[in-house]
């Protein structure tokens, strides 16, 4: 039924996600199985994502992956092909924040961030494309931020990744496009997860700060943001390549004083 995601969607397809131990990544795998996807779940929380492969079942498998070790990316995608034989989706999903002011951030810091969220998709992208060809093209969906798109207060490494995955989805949508892979970006809000809780702040705590800026007035869920994903990887966004998806309950719309 081409109007809603269905068991014959992803049936015989083959996803790739990584960060796909826990939050919005193993919503992510949990979707793409559910929908009859083969699932490997990359990571480098081994107990996690053994556990969630294992709860998963079916075809769910789980490989250790460093996304910033361009050796472990070439390892991970050359498993998938030994254990699956093709790749169709590849959910660039890993990421980290650092929260400092720039006088008090180190070099080390800020490569560390950028070297996880912007250079480990850069590798995955690279890693994956060839087998993704030769399977008969398929889907990249990068997650990035609504920090891609507005400054975060003391997130100035984690906002110049997300704002310079944007600019690689869309040149990889422009190269990958004639070995039929389409590349787009989901740019999620406040998404209820361990990063967003930051320290020991309660849901409630949350709510409370973030929930005035939200039209939509709850906290957004990890299946918000796999749903998304589900789309952008299926036949449904066949036509979409190069594009970001806003998920985040109307943050980012400009309202007037009163009007909201």
């Not at 036949?235 to 806003?246: P, Q, S």
């Amino acid at each position: 039924m081409k109007g809603n995601t269905t068991i014959s969607e992803f049936e015989g397809k083959v996803a790739i996600v990584t960060g796909g131990a826990r939050g919005q990544g193993a919503a992510e795998a949990r979707a793409f199985a559910a929908a009859g996807a083969a699932v490997m779940i990359g990571d480098i929380l081994d107990a996690e994502g053994q556990h969630l492969a294992a709860e998963i079942g079916g075809q769910a498998t789980y490989h250790h992956l460093d996304v910033t070790d361009e050796s472990a990316w070439i390892g991970a995608v050359a498993e998938c092909e030994r254990r699956f034989g093709r790749l169709d989706v590849l959910v660039n999903n890993a990421g980290i924040v650092s929260f400092n002011r720039i006088a008090d951030t180190s070099l080390e810091e800020f490569q560390r961030v950028v070297g996880t969220n912007l250079t480990g998709v850069f590798l995955g992208i690279k890693s994956a494309c060839g087998l993704m060809g030769r399977s008969g093209g398929g889907a990249i969906v990068n997650i990035s931020s609504i920090n891609g798109i507005r400054a975060g207060g003391r997130t100035h490494a984690y906002t110049s990744s997300k704002w310079g995955l944007r600019g690689l989805t869309k040149a990889a949508a422009v190269d990958l496009a004639d070995q039929n892979i389409r590349v787009n970006a989901i740019l999620p809000g406040v998404i209820d997860t361990a990063m967003v809780h930051g320290g020991d702040a309660s849901t409630s705590e949350i709510e409370a700060r973030w929930l005035p800026n939200l039209l939509v007035k709850r906290l957004g869920a990890v299946e918000d943001i796999a749903q998304a994903v589900l789309f952008l990887a299926g036949d449904r966004a066949g036509f979409i390549t190069g594009a970001d998806l806003v998920v985040d309950g109307g943050w980012t719309v400009p309202v007037r004083p009163g009007e909201g």
